[in-house]
């Protein structure tokens, strides 16, 4: 059975981007065990800005190999890369999804479709990044809400250069 896993990285003070979605403080010179993280990921899930941001950032597109859902209320069917899928779909394809595979899905944001996941209680495994470094302001990775949810500890990862990777798994 498959896994929804949120795996990102966030700036010590809580910020997946500052608020032009500029991702410059983010370092990128080692791999922090993203390639085998990646290797384990069948299905790639993320919000429309986020899906429009990529184009920005990167000169080709990053999961071409990857089944792609675009969470968005503004547009329907697929384009070349992406299945663009309605919020009120995403139970039911969850469901199918870990049902059909045993590979994970990846939950790569933004805080928006993170507070959905979050509210429909969809998401497994919490992979948080966090880079020792203050950005003082832009989005952040989790939006204010009513909602608590426990969470357990079950791994620790830190990096000579400070990096920490902290995964958790919904308290059952």
């Not at 010179?29 to 941001?53: A, L, P, W």
């Not at 992406?82 to 595979?101: F, R």
């Not at 479709?113 to 919490?126: A, C, M, N, V």
């Amino acid at each position: 059975m498959g896994k929804v896993v949120l795996y990102i990285a966030q700036s010590l003070d809580g910020y997946i981007s500052r608020e032009n979605g500029d991702i410059d403080w983010l370092r990128d010179d080692q791999d922090y065990g993203f390639d085998t993280f990646f290797e384990s990921v069948n299905t790639v899930i993320m919000g429309r800005k986020t899906y429009e941001h990529i184009f920005e950032l990167a000169e080709e597109f990053p999961y071409k190999n990857k089944d792609v859902y675009v969470v968005s209320r503004m547009k329907e069917g697929y384009d070349e890369y992406a299945t663009y899928i309605q919020p009120e779909q995403i139970s039911p394809l969850i469901e199918v999804l870990k049902n059909d595979q045993d590979k994970t899905i990846w939950l790569v944001g933004g805080a928006q479709l993170i507070y959905l996941f979050i509210s429909l209680d969809l998401i497994d495994e919490f992979q948080i990044a966090i880079q020792p470094t203050l950005i003082g302001n832009g989005i952040p990775l989790f939006e204010k809400n009513e909602m608590e949810q426990q969470l357990d500890l079950t791994d620790v990862k830190k990096f000579d250069d400070g990096m920490l990777i902290l995964t958790y798994r919904r308290h059952q």
